[in-house]
């Protein structure tokens, strides 16, 4: 009688397809066009309830399992799907699938985890998997978890989501080793909330109607990032290696995006092209535009190699609303999209008017990259976030109206790396302070200023090789208007087009009053020797804000006096896409006049004279402090332990 049980409960299992498997805990779908074999292992077999429709499988976990469960799913299917649902952790190996819902049973989905918990999606080395999701139906994605899914192994994975997403998941989603192809998607290409992780794989994502990788907040509120992101609700997106390839056409998509933080870090390869238009956004009332890294917290790069390009219209390569910090790695930024109008009414793909008297709801700005946020209030105004960039490579390049190279709407400071700037309009520009005390920069606007802040802006150090056009712009700018100062206190400085009439300079500055476009220039100063090319630029005469001669032609501030040739042939260690050489062995060309307009003469570049009768003595304690050194200067020398000038 016992036997007679066992085999009625075997030919039960067969006549719906099922059949013991040999392993503990596992549970095997293999299928095979319209129809499927499932195989539960004789241990669990009591904790599942298999469903099954042709090629359509269901499996309902009971909440008495007690461990966890790997469900391997094999084989091809046109018109098939795998749907389990459970309130315990599990595993899904995808072992060489090929799998397509034409007609949805229990969901529109080719893979539905409705198990709120933890899933491991193993993508078995070696194999190609391949996801279609049914193009009815209210599916969140064509791989769909509730809970969190970590992707791993070394297998390929492609989906296609003919309805929202490709691969969403309720919670976190990280992935180690996997490849993922996104080839087509109504929505993002991946969609989750919580946290992104990506530590290694590869990730390919085009044919999107919105977003490429999107991580959103699944409660109300943030939560701090927490140790291994136990319980981290942060919306943040973490890349720390693997490969991603994002191309996105939709109208204003994001390529990543974030409602928290972005932090790249180790050496991933990051490659996001975005070519849709803006849009008029009806919920915030303003124009939104495609982006190719977007967060609405800070965004964090330490390394890796990340390319960026915009063609759309308002496009803009990085973006994010707090604290932009740069520390590392190696990033291109090209948009090439033109300054996008729409009002909610009225929209211009190519608007060529002036922006001065619209309100900034109305227009994106094809820029480069841009930080922080400046917010009116009446008739003031509020500002937030900002940008920090000490160390990695920045190139960025834009060609479209209103087109700015680096933009921070607060403060901006530099204090590292080498940043070279080819812009449409200003090249690099904070709406605040703006400081540098270290780093290589290179900033070339061709229809605006080099470098402009609307607040202050201090040149303590580095090497800065500003470039701006004529008259009123300016190779370095400040608010003058607003009482303030462009502070020359130390670096190298090079301004093709000058600096702001008014000007403190504590460190000695010199001016050309001509410069020459399409010429390579050799500037000497202690024991350094610096080579630069000027490009055909149309410099002013004298008209900035302000006016005054500081305005127009070449200034130099260096540490001691300078002397400087032009028609150089030069050679060296090339930086700023070869437009400059340090270390420089230069040859032939003419001597350059140039006049001191400001900053300390320092003591030991002045000749020593004879002493007259009665001179003025001015006590300098090592450093003259004047605006200019005087016609009657005569000498140096010490009285009573300081140092002083001799005038006439």
Known sequence: MKNTAILFILF???ACGIAQAQSDNSVQVVYNGTSATVTVADNISQYLTVTQQGAHVSIAQSDSVASEITYTLSGTSTDGEFYMSGSYKATVELNGLTLTNATPVYSGAAVHIQNGKRINVKVITGTTNTLVDAATGSQKGCL????????KQQGTLNVVGNVKHAIKAGEYISLKNATLNITSAVGDGISCNQYFLMQ???VNISGTGDDGIQC???????????????DEDSGNIYIEGGNITINCAAIAAKGIKAAGDIFISGEPVIDVTTSGKGEWDEDDQETSAACGISADGDIDISGGTIALTSTGSGGKGMKCDSVLTISGGDITVTTTGALYYNNGTTENTNYTGNT???SSDYYSSPKGIKAGVKTQVGNSYTYGGGMAISGGKVKVTTSGRNAEGIESKNYLNISGGEIYVNAYDDGINSAQDMTITGGYIYSHSNNNDGIDANGNIYLNGGLVYAIGVRSPELGIDANSEEGKKVFVNGGT???????????????ATYRSSSVSGNTWYGLSYGDEVIAFYVPQVTTGGGHGPGGGGNSSGLVISVPSTPTLKSGVTAAGTGIFENNCYLEATVSGGSSVSLTHIGGTVGIDDVVMEQIVNDPRVFTIDGRYLGTEVPATFRGVYIQNGKKHIKLR
């Open 12 to 14: 039960a299992f067969a």
């Open 200 to 202: 290694s794989g590869t």
């Open 144 to 151: 769909y978890v509730k809970g969190h899914a970590e992707f």
């Open 356 to 358: 001065d008297h619209i």
């Open 493 to 507: 400085i090079i301004a093709v087009g000058g600096i702001e009439n008014g000007a403190s300079m504590s460190q």
């Open 216 to 230: 959103d907040l699944e409660g109300d509120t943030a939560t701090a990032i927490t140790e291994d992101h136990e």
